[in-house]
């Protein structure tokens, strides 16, 4: 039997519930700005179980007004001991610096808890869940003045949006349509837990970190009880093609991966609830595309992982996609937000206003997370000696002197206000 299609019609069309579409969702809200989320899934979906949040996140929730729903409940901290475990060389680090303008420090927090938050100041029925977008074309609007965008959703449904914003992740469907390369691979993987301790796990609040030649593992408290962890390392064929059920993926980490690496570790690996293990093949969107590629298209763009995947040897994608909401609906407010209603221009101008004030930032992260663990990995891949020793003195003595502060710069980024309205 044939699907019987519905047409629709909204004027602002945000694609995914996650962290970007929900905070993009919220930001509108904010200023004045209604919109329709679509979700795939029945239901809020996160993986990965935690978060780390630093200054710049904050800062954009702190502009969201959800804040306080979160630092009430997961404590701060500013600090990681990192080890190496070649030299066995521990450094104290702080995340912060001095500059953390917020004066909240970093957080690790439930995913899960974090979209709620975001969700639960929307107005009912912003968020559509089981409707997935499958394709997008662009129609003449019925009095040929503009186009409009039509998103045909599985199950048949078109809804004809005048802006729309995708929000849909890595594999984005609206990215794709706009016209963006596809993300590359980073031949990195990172697997995630969160270890539970109810007797509590008596460890300070801070973060701690172990980096090898080609490995990076750390692990942060969430609260007194629960404690997230993590491992990236290069990718190996017989892992792509290997199983992913989370009881092996712990094995595989305990009896190969993190064999030789430190007792605690291990011991916070071995305390994990199965199901909240996963393992992500990190990907990344090449700089150049986010510069001079299809960012936007008339009164169409994208925001978050979406825009922007990166691997999270900077574990900054989340908390960019949170400052993408503000500034975008800083943007969009005003040109959305008149009466009588301005012309598709003024919001096709309003968007690229946002690309422009976005793409260098998250660029820069991009570029700045895939070079961060490359440095971290004293260069990687197949080199000869004498270029391995180049790179090490190049990580130890450059990355240090010029690269850190700037990463610390990019942990305290100030998007900026909004103009509410109440
Ligand atoms: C290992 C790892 C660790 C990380 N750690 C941190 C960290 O500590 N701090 C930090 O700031 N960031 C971190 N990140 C990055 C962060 O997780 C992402 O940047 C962030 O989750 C992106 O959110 P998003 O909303 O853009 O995308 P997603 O979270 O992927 O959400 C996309 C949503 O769109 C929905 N969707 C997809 N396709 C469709 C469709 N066709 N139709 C309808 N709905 C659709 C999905 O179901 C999903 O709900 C980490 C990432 C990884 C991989």
Redesign the pocket.
């Known amino acids: 039997m044939e699907e019987e299609e519905e047409e629709e019609e909204e004027e602002v069309v945000i694609?995914?519930?996650?962290?970007?579409?929900?905070?993009i969702a919220l930001a509108l809200e904010r200023v004045g700005v209604r919109s329709l989320v679509?979700?795939?899934?029945h239901e809020?979906?996160?993986?990965?179980t935690?978060?780390?949040?630093?200054p710049s996140?904050w800062r954009a929730l702190q502009v969201l007004g959800v804040d306080h729903k979160l630092s009430s409940i997961y404590p701060s901290y500013n600090t990681v001991r990192s080890t190496n475990l070649e030299t066995g060389e521990t450094r104290e680090l702080s995340l912060t610096g001095t500059m953390d303008r917020v004066g909240i420090g970093v957080r690790?927090v439930h995913?899960k808890v974090l979209l709620h938050a975001l969700a639960e100041d929307l107005p009912h029925g912003t968020i559509r869940f089981s409707?997935?977008?499958?394709s997008i074309n662009m129609e003449p609007q019925e009095d040929s003045s503009s186009n409009v965008i039509a998103l045909h959703?599985d199950g048949g449904t078109i809804i004809k949006a005048k802006v729309l914003i995708g929000?849909?992740?890595?594999?984005?469907?609206v990215a794709q349509w706009l016209g963006l390369s596809a993300p590359v691979d980073s031949d990195r993987s990172?697997i995630?837990g969160l270890a539970e301790f109810p007797e509590g796990h008596g460890f300070r609040f801070e973060g701690k970190q172990y980096r090898s030649r080609d490995k990076r593992a750390g692990f942060v408290p969430l609260n007194d009880k629960e404690i997230y962890w993590?491992i990236?390392h290069d990718t190996s064929s017989r892992e792509r093609e290997s199983t992913r059920h989370p009881r092996l993926i712990l094995r595989h980490v305990t009896h190969f991966l993190a064999a030789d690496f430190p007792p605690t570790f291990l011991h916070v690996v071995g305390s994990s609830d199965p199901r909240t293990v996963t393992w992500?093949h990190?990907l990344l969107r090449v700089p150049r595309d986010l510069l001079f590629g299809w960012t936007h298209r008339g009164c169409a763009t994208v925001?978050?992982?979406?825009?922007h995947?990166?691997t999270?040897d900077l574990?900054?994608?989340?908390?960019?996609?949170?400052e993408d909401a503000v500034v975008l609906a800083r943007h969009l407010g005003p040109a959305l937000n008149v009466s009588p209603r301005r012309p598709p221009a003024e919001v096709e101008k309003a968007i690229a206003a946002y690309v422009k004030e976005r793409r260098w930032r998250v660029a820069g992260l991009v570029a700045g997370s895939y070079i961060s663990g490359w440095a971290q990995r004293g260069g990687g891949g197949v080199m000869s000696r004498m270029w391995r020793w180049v790179v090490r003195f190049v990580c130890v003595r450059v990355f240090a002197r010029y690269v850190s502060p700037r990463i610390v710069d990019a942990i305290n980024y100030d998007c900026g206000n909004l103009n509410t309205v109440d």
């Open positions: 694609v995914g519930a996650g962290i970007a579409g929900l905070a679509l979700e795939r899934s809020l979906r996160a993986s990965g935690a978060i780390s949040i630093f996140g690790t995913r409707s997935k977008l499958v959703l929000c849909d992740g890595v594999h984005s469907v990172a995630r993590f990236t992500t990190m925001a978050g992982d979406a825009m995947p990166m999270q574990p900054l994608g989340g908390c960019a996609a949170l």
